[in-house]
Each structure stands twice: as structure tokens, then as C-alpha cells.
């Protein structure tokens, strides 16, 4: 899968000084005197004041470690070295006071830098206020919204992406699984747990896209296989059961159905549903539709009359502003692959899979499918990829002369043996993780223009979980008009920041 992303009551106003300075590496503990030494960590020192609620000036001193912690057998052998890199705030002295959070990103194949310089980290990556990409060579600044205000960070980068790497003779099979992918990034969070003594820290796990896959799945290893039970989770542009995303000819009837009111969202910013002047009341009607007469038209099938064709063929015209003749002659259904390219065709246009408001032009306007996804490849490749690469390396003092790989398809074939002939679903685990640690709460960022990880099939993911009626308003949703990576969107990204802040304290132990 492709990741293929108000005036904050809070209002964090952040100065941020890097200072390049070495501080005392953590001590080895004793019973790793007979491995071979660990790579060498990059620790330095940096501080940030935050203007924060009432306008009240507290400055942070933390300090940032980046670098690998080799992922060893029992007997002492590296099968992988994973890159991480923490930013841990100075002072605490009880781990209970200070929560940490262990995050990631998604595709499978995507490294960590989407959420580390677009939201979460002391420092981001500009961009125009809606996330349009400014011009080269790029700028990174502080981040006035970083989430260290509340938690520590632990970035994860899983093997094969960012500079992470299997061992010498090492097959990276041994990774680029489903199941392969939650024991190596499980067992690297109870490693760094143990490792950096934060067993009595409340604890929390942030993914993106297949990231969040990866937080459900996490939810039940950690849970099970190491008795590590989590505060929160954060869930940004989620998907947990594939079946709500996946498109197959007579397979799977059900994306149809969920990523209408998206389509219906990308046109009413385009200006193609001109009957409708506010979104919300647009995809209030458009949800009601897909859960009900355009299902019950799909289950159908060609059981259809013709009237009823023309009648489901005209509500969809209505919706999405696309013809009624094209409508009937895709049967009623719309892949997002064609949505993209057939949107704006009129105007020579295609939009973006990862964020809608994104467009561009391909060399074959009468094509099928778009050439690139413009919310990708014209609007965040070349922006964030400078920003990581500045930031380890220049801020961070990292020396690597690996490609970081940002998203690569390095990580194919990705092994999903755990189901075989049959669709992903990790939203059962984390069903049977909160129902054995009701205390373990969730929270769902939702981007209307994500065509990646629509929020309607969010919804309807989490409706079918029947989790206990006690623990149902342990999960709360967010929602924003931006796209699967919300946060480039400045007025979007504030709103997050605050939501996620206020989850926080509802997380914690009281």
C-alpha cells in the first residue's frame, strides 16, 4: 500500500536553539559486556521555549539521541540495525511524570520523517499555509506545535527504510511482513523501554497510514508478548481492515460505498457539486446515501432495472459532478484511481490521492489513470526529504552516508502470509488489546481530502468492532480539511496539535 501525507489554546510560540554539543552517552548495562559494542550514538544537547497557555513562557532543555540500537538474538548476534532517533527532556527524574511516545509512519516501506518534520518534532519543514511546497532549496524552522511540549519522541524508522538495515547475511525477508514488522518494531520498543529505563512512563504509540496498522497490530504484541500495556493511541489517517480500502471486480463491493463522501469532498473543493455551499452539510447527505441506497444498489448488482440505474447514476452525478454517462458505463462504481483522473479531466487536471486539494497536468489527458500523484511527487517528496537530511545531519550530527530511503519499494515483497486469501484486519487486535486494558485509550485523526485512508471507511471500521459498550467512548475521532498528511496544512495542523494534547490528559493515569 502507497503512503504510497484557530488559534491553538494551546498556542505554542517555540524558539528553538540546537546546541552541537556532546553529552554523557547512557551507561551499558553489565549484561551486554559480552556483545560486540553497540554502533556509536549521536547524543546533543538543544533547548526550546514555548509560549504556552495565558501566555505563559516555559523553556525545555532535552537532549536528542539518534543513531542505531542494533536488534540482536539471544546469543548476542545482530539480525538488524534499526534507526531511531529520541528527544527526551531534561530534568525528569520520576520516568511516571514524563509520558513517551513511539512513533512512525506507514506505506509499508515508508521511513519516519513525515510525522518527525511535519508535526511531531522540534523542527519542520515549511510550507505554504494549505501545504502547498514553497521553492527549493526548502527551509527548516522550529515547529511551534511540536508534540514534545507533552511527551518525550521516539522516532522509528523500520528496516529497510530511513537508514535502517538488515545485518550482514541477513535476510530482509525477516522483516518486510506483517508479522515479521510487529515482532522486530515490538521488540525494538521493549528494548528502548528497558534500555533507557521508561517501564514506569506512561506510554503511547503515534502511526500514519499502514503506521497505524501497525499500532493495532502493536497494541496486541507488546500487549501479549512482553506485558506491555499502553496509555494511547494515535491513530492519523487510519487503516486497520483492508477489506474498506481494497477495490476488486465483483470481489469486494464495499470501498465503493466508503469512499463516496470523499469523492463527494474533493469535488465540493473543486467547485464541481456547485449546489452545495457548505461540506459538511454536502457529507452529511452523502453519508447517508452510501450507508444506505447506494449499498442496497450495489448488493444488486446487475439485479438493477434500468431506472434504477439511471436514478443511483444521477445522485452519484449529484455528489461527485461526474457525468451521468460515465457513471453508468463504470457500473455504478468508482475506483479511486480513475476518480483521480476523471475529476477535472474537462479542465486538463488530475488530483492528488494523498491530499485532494492537489492538482496537476499529465502529458495524456485522455489517459486512464493519473501519471503521478501531485499530492505527493509536486508537493511533499522534495520538501521533506531536504528537511530530514538537514536536520540528522547538520542539527543532529548524524554520520551515515546511506540513502535515507523516505518511501521505498525496497521493503517488496511484503508478506502478509498471515492471511492468505483474505483481507488485513488488525482492527480485532486492538478490539482484544483495549478489552484485556480498558484503560488504553484511542484517538483517530481524520483528513477529509484523503483518498489514501478515507475517514468514512475509519468509521465504519470502528462501528464493526463491537467493542464493549463500556469501552466505546475510549476511542474519539478529530477531523480536518487537509488530506492524509493534515498537518501541511497549518490551520489543520494547529487544530491536531490541540486535539492530541487534550488526548493526552484524558490518557493519563489520574
Known sequence: MKTSLLTLSLCLLLVCTGIAQKADPPVPPASRTSYSPDPELSITKHSITITGVGGVVQK????????????RDESGKIRANIFFVAYTRDGVTNPASRPITYTYNGGPGS?????HMGALGPKRILMGDDGTMLAPPYTVSDN???????????FIDPVMTGYSRPAEGVDKKEFTGYVEDIQSVGDFIRLYTTRYDRWGSPKFLAGESYGTTRSAGLSGYLQDRHGLFLNGIVLISAVLDFTTIQFAIGGNELPYSLFLPTYAAMAWYHKQVPAYKELKT?????EAYAAGDYTLALMKGDKLTPAERQAVA???NKFTGLSVDYLLGSNLRIRDSRFT?????KQGRTVGRLDGRFTASDYDRAGESTEFDPSYNATIYGPFTTAVNDHLHRVLNVKN???YEILTGRVRPWNYSNVQNQFLNTA?????AMTKNPYLKVHVCNGYYDMATPYFATEYTFSHMMLDPALKSNVTMSYYEAGHMMYIDRPALIDMTRHVADFYKTALPK
Not at 480485532?428 to 482484544?432: F, G, H, Q, S, Y
Open 111 to 115: 521511513a519516519s520523517v513525515w510525522l
Open 144 to 154: 511551534e506545535f511540536t508534540w514534545l511540549a507533552f511527551t518525550d519522541l521516539v
Open 401 to 403: 552516508d546511506l540513502p
Open 60 to 71: 525545555i532543555n532535552y537532549t536528542a539521541t539518534a543513531g542505531y540500537l542494533p536488534q
Open 314 to 316: 444521477a445522485q452519484l
Open 428 to 432: 480485532e487486535t486492538l478490539r482484544n
Open 341 to 345: 483522473k476523471e475529476l477535472l479531466r
Open 282 to 286: 454536502l457529507l452529511k447527505e452523502v
